[in-house]
């Protein structure tokens, strides 16, 4: 079984890794830091790299059978080859902020006006969540988005942990958002943003909530009765290389 190195470090953006296996349609690693699509986000890009030469992957995959399966562009590494990993980091950072912000603006929604989140959907480019609001009030909406960003202005940190799967379970909070976890594991994956929200989830996250930026509101569409489909992108983009060596703009 594959160590999912991501599950432990999201900012781990290269590493080293043996080929369990190789299939027609990917290979798996006995450890890897690509995360697999899930839970209403895209799996990561980026190479692999070894005795073959260096090869893309063009998606990953939770596979049931295989666990991460790395799609690659072509064939190239096999069994037992030794290769190093390299995440398309801008794209994975880009999705770590969406999704953190998916987290901050849905927590607003449910603890502040009891709207639940039904789906969601993130690219690098735009966030999507399926609101189910009992009437559909704008000013809500545009009130939620504001107390989003607030809470993003206090820069609150997000922090991992593990717990047995049952006691997670008797805690029906934990799981609002269903991101990307396997349900038959023994242990369920938290993520806290500490002291607003937990939630159990198998995602990446930025380690504090200022590397978001703004959450602005795009558009909303009718998708029933009760259920608003929201979009929203991220302003004021803050590269983590921009804020490592100082923030200039
Ligand atoms: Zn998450």
Redesign the pocket.
């Known amino acids: 079984m594959t160590d999912r190195l991501y599950q432990r470090d999201g900012y781990l953006a290269t590493f080293e890794a043996r080929v369990l296996a190789v299939r027609a349609d990917g290979v798996v690693l006995d450890r890897t830091a690509f995360f697999p699509t899930g839970g209403g986000l895209p799996g990561d890009t980026g190479t692999l790299t070894g005795p073959a030469g260096t090869v893309r992957v063009v998606e990953t995959l939770e596979d049931d059978e295989a666990g991460v399966l790395h799609r690659l562009e072509r064939p190239g590494p096999a069994p037992g080859d030794a290769v190093r990993g390299e995440l398309d980091w801008p794209r994975r950072h880009l999705l770590m902020r969406y999704?953190?912000a998916?987290?901050v603006l849905t927590g607003v929604m449910f603890n502040d006006y009891h709207v639940r989140v039904t789906g969601n959907q993130l690219t690098p480019e735009k966030g999507r969540v399926d609101f189910a609001f009992e009437q559909f009030d704008r000013e809500v909406l545009e009130e939620g988005f504001r107390r989003a960003n607030a809470l993003v202005a206090r820069d609150l940190p997000v922090r991992v942990s593990f717990v047995p799967a049952a006691e997670a379970r008797a805690r029906p909070e934990l799981f609002k958002?269903e991101?990307g976890f396997r349900h038959d594991l023994g242990e369920l994956r938290l993520?806290e943003i500490v002291g607003f929200d937990t939630?159990a989830?198998g995602?990446?996250?930025v380690a504090t909530l200022r590397e978001i930026g703004r959450l602005a509101l795009t558009r909303t569409e009718n998708k029933g009765r009760v259920n608003r489909r929201v979009y929203f992108v991220l302003e004021e983009a803050a590269p983590l290389e921009q804020a490592a060596s100082g923030g200039e703009p």
């Open positions: 999704h953190t998916t987290h958002l991101t993520v939630q989830d995602g990446c996250h």
